[in-house]
């Protein structure tokens, strides 16, 4: 064991210096002040254990210096002070173990390495003071090196190299401190090199390398500090390298992932920044990856896959990825970026640059928006794509807004559940196909190959899609037109041309919303009243296909003939094969609506049969008023024969008189009292011709429309009178009533002819009378179908027949000149329509059934009559008053279908109320026993939703 201790002023000089020459011995020297001078080399630990102590202003010099020379030799020299020259190199674990610690003071030399041979193991610490080399530093040559720079810790070198031989390995650990390499660094350049860079440390030199050649692996880790390469940085030259920033900062010129060929190259930041003032490369000849999940990436232009054989991979899922010129997805090799998450790429001063997919022939190219989650955000210009293979695919579950514009030769799929909005025009030429979740169109899409959306699927938005020539739209899922976060109608267009067409799978389907224009009529000329898809070419929906309609905002109070424009066909250059169905069940249209679209003009309209079957129940109505106005005359002349014999008188007898027929239909019936007249004792034939008028108003009640009937009916007749108490007759009375609807529903005309046999008789008081008539009238109806529909016009007969009983009983006052009695009667009717079917009316257009119905009243009154005698003539006046009752409230419902959709539908004919009064008045002029003239009023009274009113005029010859 020897010391040397050389301190103060004291000095030492020798040619070569050895401190543990030997095995198994061991040397110290100490050199606090004064200097150690070797002409020669310095072995610390050449076959035994040295140890170098420097500090204060100790001073040692050298030419070589070597830290366990031997494979035995250890050897540590720890500098806190003075300074350590090497005028040449220093060796630190040549063949041994070595070990530098600075901690303060200085070493210098030319080059420096850190485990020399494969058996040498070399360490240098470096805390404070400085080791300066004056050319390389080697940190594995061919063995094991590690340094470590921490504190204020200073290293210098001309060039450096971690794992610079196969089989070495080097790892240098700035934590502090600098490292300057004047010239370049290789970190893993044949062996295994590692670069951790953290806390406050730096490291600069000029080109770097990670993985320099073949076999080479090279790992930078930066999480703290910084690494500045004044040019480039290779990662991956011909060997492997990864660059891991979590924090700090790396920057350099140009940046390459995979150099060579066989050059694999990995840079994940996920932290930090890396600022490439050029290009980066990802994937150059070899393979190059760059992950980026935080901090951020920069660099002018950007290329993954640059040369033929290259393959270069970015995945973005957080952070930004930033080129301030372009980026190439594939220039010649193969390249791919992967943006989800939070991750950010962002193209050109403020997001204006491009992307270009597949630049070069047998290139492939592609972008992947989402890969099975969330999608990130691309802030570019354009999405273009070049002479090779490329593919833009959306997959992911959120919902983005892609603004970039998608030109050139590229192909887009939509997977993921997620919406994707493409907001800019494009004009891509692929192909476009939505396999999954729903692709939204807001811009355009022009010059497109086929475009499918599979079953399930959703095609949407407000913008347009134009395929270039021989292409098609293949639509096996849905195509919902909505406007992207807006309520709003939208407009989607949709042009093929050529071969090409839209084309529908069976389970397809077309969803628009109607937003506006409920109860309104005619909206196809409305903007914003509903969505509209805007076609030319050709819509085959041969295979089904269904249009359905919604309605978002709830509307109610759809009527007959509004209607929307759903598919513009744009003046013929759009036309519909096939047959397309339509669900509306959320418009909630009523048992007479249904929707109808017109394939031919591609607008949806509702059509309602409840205005026919309005009308259809309202003609019984106006049939039984018919018949009513025809049978007041007839009723009338009966009266005018109720009497009784009473007291023989030279100018005959008291007969009744004076009365008129009340509404005979549906709760309508003749109110029937005696009225006292003179008639001949003979027996005698009488003539007699009136003229009735009628005016029957019924509210709506239910769905059952209102109205107002006039009818006007001439009759004529012949009676004769076989015994004082038994008298026949015949009449025929011609009708022609005019109705017209509440609502302007329409109108009715009915026209026809009613014959009637009737018979008195008159026993004392006592009276009692019968009638049968037959009615045949022929009915024209014109009805309004709705707003935007053309006139439904009808023809149909219907028959009646009618019984009458009619009985009384008279009190004769005053000599004969006043009488007065009860009455009571019964009337039958039945009337049967045939049915019909209406021409015109459009789709509204209705097809009735055969129908009957049936009328039955009961009535009890009295009535009153007094007679006057004057110069020219004896006038009798009247005034009854009667309760009736229509007992037959319910009859058979109004059947109807439409003509051209299929909808049958009923309603039940609604009556007026089956209780209520009547009261009439009359007076009759005898002028001569073969002339007379009688004047009729009657109106009903308290009857729920109807009034009635009647009058007629009567002439009489007698003879």
């Known amino acids: 064991?020897?010391?040397?201790?050389?301190?103060?002023?004291?000095?030492?000089?020798?040619?070569?210096?050895?401190?543990?020459?030997?095995?198994?011995?061991?040397?110290?020297?100490?050199?606090?002040?004064?200097?150690?001078?070797?002409?020669?080399?310095?072995?610390?630990?050449?076959?035994?254990?040295?140890?170098?102590?420097?500090?204060?202003?100790?001073?040692?010099?050298?030419?070589?210096?070597?830290?366990?020379?031997?494979?035995?030799?250890?050897?540590?020299?720890?500098?806190?002070?003075?300074?350590?020259?090497?005028?040449?190199?220093?060796?630190?674990?040549?063949?041994?173990?070595?070990?530098?610690?600075?901690?303060?003071?200085?070493?210098?030399?030319?080059?420096?390495?850190?485990?020399?041979?494969?058996?040498?193991?070399?360490?240098?610490?470096?805390?404070?003071?400085?080791?300066?080399?004056?050319?390389?530093?080697?940190?594995?040559?061919?063995?094991?090196?590690?340094?470590?720079?921490?504190?204020?810790?200073?290293?210098?070198?001309?060039?450096?190299?971690?794992?610079?031989?196969?089989?070495?390995?080097?790892?240098?650990?700035?934590?502090?401190?600098?490292?300057?390499?004047?010239?370049?660094?290789?970190?893993?350049?044949?062996?295994?090199?590692?670069?951790?860079?953290?806390?406050?440390?730096?490291?600069?030199?000029?080109?770097?390398?990670?993985?320099?050649?073949?076999?080479?692996?090279?790992?930078?880790?930066?999480?703290?500090?910084?690494?500045?390469?004044?040019?480039?940085?290779?990662?991956?030259?011909?060997?492997?390298?990864?660059?891991?920033?979590?924090?700090?900062?790396?920057?350099?010129?140009?940046?390459?992932?995979?150099?060579?060929?066989?050059?694999?190259?990995?840079?994940?930041?996920?932290?930090?920044?890396?600022?490439?003032?050029?290009?980066?490369?990802?994937?150059?000849?070899?393979?190059?990856?760059?992950?980026?999940?935080?901090?951020?990436?920069?660099?002018?232009?950007?290329?993954?896959?640059?040369?033929?054989?290259?393959?270069?991979?970015?995945?973005?899922?957080?952070?930004?990825?930033?080129?301030?010129?372009?980026?190439?997805?594939?220039?010649?090799?193969?390249?791919?970026?992967?943006?989800?998450?939070?991750?950010?790429?962002?193209?050109?001063?403020?997001?204006?640059?491009?992307?270009?997919?597949?630049?070069?022939?047998?290139?492939?190219?592609?972008?992947?928006?989402?890969?099975?989650?969330?999608a990130g955000t691309l802030n570019a210009a354009v999405v273009t794509g070049g002479s090779g293979t490329a593919a833009v695919n959306f997959n992911h579950t959120n919902d983005i807004s892609f603004d970039p514009q998608l030109a050139g030769s590229l192909s887009v799929t939509k997977a993921g559940t997620g919406i994707t909005n493409l907001t800019a025009d494009s004009t891509y030429t692929g192909a476009t196909n939505v396999t999954v979740g729903t692709l939204a169109i807001s811009g355009s899409l022009s010059g497109a190959g086929d475009v499918t959306v599979a079953s399930n699927a959703i095609l949407t938005g407000n913008g347009s899609v134009t395929t270039a020539v021989d292409q098609s739209v293949f639509l096996n899922g849905i195509l919902n037109l909505q406007r992207v976060g807006s309520a709003d109608a939208a407009i989607f267009s949709v042009s093929t041309s050529g071969t090409g067409a839209l084309v529908l799978g069976a389970g397809s389907v077309i969803a628009v919303d109607l937003i506006t224009g409920a109860g309104l009529g005619d909206n196809t000329t409305v903007v914003g009243a509903s969505d509209t898809l805007n076609l030319t070419g050709i819509l085959n929906a041969s295979a089904g296909g269904t249009l359905l309609i919604g309605n978002p905002n709830a509307m109610t109070g759809f009527v007959g003939g509004d209607s929307w424009q759903l598919i513009n066909l744009n003046g013929g250059a759009g036309s519909i094969v096939g047959s397309l169905a339509v669900s509306d069940s959320s418009l909630g249209l009523s048992a007479t609506q249904v929707g109808q679209f017109d394939p031919t003009t591609g607008v949806y309209t509702v059509v309602d049969a409840v205005g026919g079957l309005q009308t259809a129940a309202l003609q019984d109505q106006a049939i039984l008023s018919s018949i009513q106005g025809a049978l007041a005359d007839v009723n009338g002349r009966l009266f005018m024969l109720r009497a009784g014999e009473g007291e023989e008188e030279g100018d005959g007898s008291l007969a009744a008189s004076l009365d008129d027929g009340v509404v005979v239909g549906q709760g309508d019936g003749p109110e029937e009292s005696p009225v006292t007249q003179m008639v001949r004792r003979s027996r005698q034939w009488e003539v007699f011709t009136t003229v009735n008028y009628a005016n029957v108003s019924l509210s709506g009640i239910g769905t059952q429309a209102g109205m107002d009937a006039q009818t006007w009916s001439p009759s004529v007749g012949i009676e004769r009178h076989f015994t004082r108490h038994l008298a026949l007759g015949f009449a025929a009375s011609f009708i022609n009533t005019h109705q017209s609807y509440a609502n302007s529903l329409g109108t009715l005309n009915i026209q026809g002819l009613a014959l009637s046999a009737y018979a008195s008789y008159v026993r004392r008081s006592f009276w009692v009378d019968t009638l049968y008539s037959f009615g045949m009238l022929d009915i024209d109806s014109s009805r309004n179908p709705g707003v935007g529909l053309p006139t439904a016009n009808g023809d149909t007969t219907a028959w009646t027949n009618t019984v009458q009983f009619n009985s009384g009983w008279t009190f004769r006052f005053q000599n004969n000149t006043f009488v007065t009695g009860p009455f009571i009667g019964l009337d039958y009717t039945n009337v049967a329509v045939d049915a019909y079917t209406e021409t015109g009316g459009g789709l509204a257009a209705l097809a009735y059934g055969s129908r009957s119905f049936d009328s039955l009243i009961s009535r009890v009154g009295w009535v009153a009559s007094k007679k006057f005698k004057t110069n020219w003539a004896t006038i009798t006046s009247q005034l009854r008053l009667s309760y009736e009752r229509q007992n037959i409230t319910h009859n058979n419902a109004t059947s109807a279908s439409l003509v051209n959709l299929p909808l049958t539908t009923t309603t039940r004919n609604e009556a007026p109320g089956q209780d209520y009064m009547v009261l009439g008045t009359g007076v009759n002029f005898q002028f001569t026993d073969s002339l007379s003239l009688m004047l009729n009023y009657s109106l009903q009274l308290f009857r729920q939703d109807m009034q009635a009113h009647f009058a007629s005029v009567r002439f009489i010859y007698s003879y």
């Open 1 to 374: 064991m020897g010391e040397l201790n050389v301190s103060g002023s004291g000095s030492v000089s020798n040619t070569t210096g050895y401190l543990g020459q030997l095995s198994g011995a061991v040397g110290t020297a100490n050199v606090s002040g004064g200097s150690w001078t070797s002409s020669g080399i310095l072995y610390v630990g050449d076959a035994g254990t040295g140890q170098l102590n420097v500090s204060g202003s100790g001073s040692v010099s050298n030419t070589d210096g070597y830290l366990g020379y031997n494979s035995s030799g250890v050897g540590t020299a720890n500098v806190s002070g003075g300074s350590w020259t090497n005028s040449s190199t220093l060796i630190v674990g040549n063949s041994g173990t070595g070990q530098l610690n600075v901690s303060g003071g200085s070493v210098s030399n030319t080059s420096g390495t850190l485990g020399y041979n494969s058996s040498g193991v070399g360490t240098a610490n470096v805390s404070s003071g400085s080791w300066t080399n004056s050319s390389g530093l080697f940190v594995g040559l061919f063995g094991t090196g590690e340094l470590n720079v921490s504190g204020s810790g200073s290293v210098s070198s001309n060039g450096g190299s971690l794992g610079n031989q196969n089989g070495s390995a080097g790892t240098v650990n700035v934590s502090g401190g600098s490292w300057t390499n004047s010239n370049l660094l290789v970190v893993g350049n044949f062996g295994t090199g590692e670069l951790n860079v953290s806390g406050s440390g730096s490291v600069s030199n000029t080109n770097g390398y990670l993985g320099n050649d073949s076999g080479g692996v090279g790992t930078a880790t930066v999480s703290g500090g910084s690494w500045t390469n004044s040019s480039f940085l290779v990662i991956g030259g011909a060997g492997t390298g990864q660059l891991n920033v979590s924090g700090g900062s790396v920057s350099n010129t140009s940046g390459t992932l995979g150099f060579n060929s066989g050059g694999v190259g990995t840079a994940t930041v996920s932290g930090g920044t890396w600022t490439n003032s050029s290009s980066l490369f990802v994937g150059s000849s070899g393979t190059g990856e760059l992950n980026v999940s935080g901090g951020s990436v920069s660099n002018t232009n950007g290329t993954l896959g640059f040369n033929s054989g290259s393959v270069g991979t970015a995945n973005v899922s957080g952070g930004s990825w930033t080129s301030s010129g372009s980026l190439y997805v594939g220039y010649s090799g193969t390249g791919e970026v992967n943006l989800t998450d939070s991750g950010v790429v962002n193209v050109g001063a403020g997001g204006s640059g491009t992307v270009t997919l597949a630049s070069d022939v047998a290139s492939s190219g592609t972008l992947n928006m989402g890969t099975g989650g969330a």
